[in-house]
């Protein structure tokens, strides 16, 4: 047998990231690292202080790679763009989702990006607590669409995938649920779609009419 890696900070954040990646968030844990590096617990406390520091190295890490960009001057642009980029930095890293779900954990190299949020929705118009609520609905439909992605894909990767809908629909009365019958060849294909942006850009209108009344 060759000789374990040395431990270090980062070799402990590299073993996070690739159980992260391939068995999910649930499933890491400090002994589950040391188990990956060939070494113990106690000797990974020595560079990682507990979990959840190890949890704000993987943000830190991953929100480094994406550095700042410029805003549109047109508020309600800014506003969508810099909401746009919160999904775009989560879509890649959907155990990030999971990690966040807390509200505990912020990584502090991707706060600009809540802070363009916040700013562009008092731009448009918004008190600054107004614009906290229009971030946390953002946030939520960030969160969730992503979840709801990473559930469905792995779902339709088993072999029964399809299989409970397909005979739900099948057994549907159509003068009971005459809407939901009409669409039953029609539903997996656009339940399927990716429709982000529109639902984004819909959220954002509707906080605006809501608040600021454009």
Same mark, same amino acid.
């Given at each position: 047998?060759?000789?374990?890696? =040395? ?12 159980? !992260? ?10 002994? =589950? ?8 617990? %106690?000797? *990974? #406390?020595?560079? /990682? ?6 949890? !704000? ?10 550095? =700042?960009?410029? %805003? ?17 930095? *989560? ?5 990030? /989702? ?7 954990? %912020?990584? $502090?190299?991707? !706060?600009?990006? $809540?802070? &363009?949020?916040?700013?562009?929705? $008092?731009?448009? @118009? %918004? ?5 906290? #609520? ?5 946030? #939520? #439909?960030?969160?969730g669409e992503l979840m709801l992605r990473v559930a469905r ?17 099948? &057994? ?13 060849? *029609? ?11 529109? @639902?984004?850009?819909?959220? /954002?209108?509707?906080? !605006? ?6």
């Open positions: 047998m060759g000789r374990p890696p =040395r431990l270090s900070r980062e070799a402990i954040v590299e073993a996070a990231k690739r159980i !992260l990646a391939e068995e999910g968030a649930k499933n890491l844990s400090m002994r =589950r690292v040391a188990k990956d590096l060939e070494s113990t617990p %106690m000797a *990974l #406390y020595h560079h /990682v202080k507990d979990k959840d520091e190890l949890l !704000l190295l993987l943000l830190e890490a991953h929100a480094g790679q994406f550095p =700042r960009t410029d %805003m549109p001057d047109d508020p309600r642009d800014h506003l969508i763009k810099a909401a746009q980029l919160l999904y775009d930095i *989560l879509a890649d890293c959907p155990w990030i /989702v999971e990690v966040l779900a807390s509200d505990d954990l %912020m990584a $502090v190299s991707a !706060l600009w990006i $809540v802070e &363009n949020i916040i700013d562009g929705a $008092v731009r448009c @118009g %918004m008190t600054p607590e107004e614009a906290v #609520y229009a971030y946390r609905v953002i946030w #939520y #439909y960030t969160a894909e792995q779902r339709y990767a088993r072999p029964d995938a399809g299989a409970h809908r397909e005979k739900a629909f099948a &057994n549907l009365d159509p003068e009971q649920f005459p809407r939901l019958s009409s669409l039953s060849e *029609l539903w997996p294909a656009l339940t399927s779609r990716d429709m982000h942006r529109p @639902g984004l850009i819909a959220i /954002v209108d509707g906080l !605006l009419r809501q608040t600021v009344g454009r």
